[in-house]
C-alpha cells in the first residue's frame, strides 16, 4: 500500500510556473513507476508526464517543452516542474504510483491559470 499526498499547486498568472510535489509513504518508492496526470472540468483525466523507476520520462504533446518531471528517491517524492503555464493547464492534477499490477493515487491539487 502506498500513499501519495500532493501539494505546490495554487492561482498563477499566464506564463507564470509552479512546482508541484507528490510525497509517497513507503520503502520502495524507488521501483515505481511514476506519474502526474489532470483533469479539468468536463474532460476525461490524462497523463501529463511520466517517470519510470529507471528515470526514463516521457510526457504529453502539450506539455512537451514547458514542464519537468523528476523524482528523489531519497526523499520518496516526485516532481513536476510547470513552466510558461497556459489557461488551458487548468485542472486538478494527480500523483499516481504503479508497480506491477497495484496502482495508487494521490487526493490531487488544484492548478489554476488565470490573469
Known amino acids: 500500500q502506498v500513499q501519495l499526498v500532493e501539494s505546490g499547486g495554487g492561482l498563477v498568472q499566464p506564463g507564470g510556473s509552479l512546482r508541484l510535489s507528490c510525497a509517497a509513504s513507503?520503502?520502495?518508492?524507488?521501483?515505481?513507476?511514476m506519474g502526474w496526470y489532470r483533469q479539468a472540468p468536463g474532460k476525461e483525466r490524462e497523463l501529463v508526464g511520466a517517470?519510470?523507476?529507471?528515470?526514463?520520462?516521457n510526457y504529453a504533446d502539450s506539455v512537451k517543452g514547458r514542464f519537468t518531471i523528476s523524482r528523489d528517491n531519497a526523499k520518496n517524492t516526485v516532481y513536476l516542474q510547470m513552466n510558461s503555464l497556459k489557461p488551458e493547464d487548468t485542472a486538478v492534477y494527480y500523483c499516481n504510483a504503479a508497480l506491477n499490477m497495484a496502482t495508487y493515487w494521490g487526493q490531487g491539487t488544484q492548478v489554476t491559470v488565470s490573469s
Open positions: 513507503g520503502s520502495i518508492f524507488r521501483f515505481y513507476d
Open positions: 517517470i519510470t523507476s529507471g528515470q526514463i520520462t
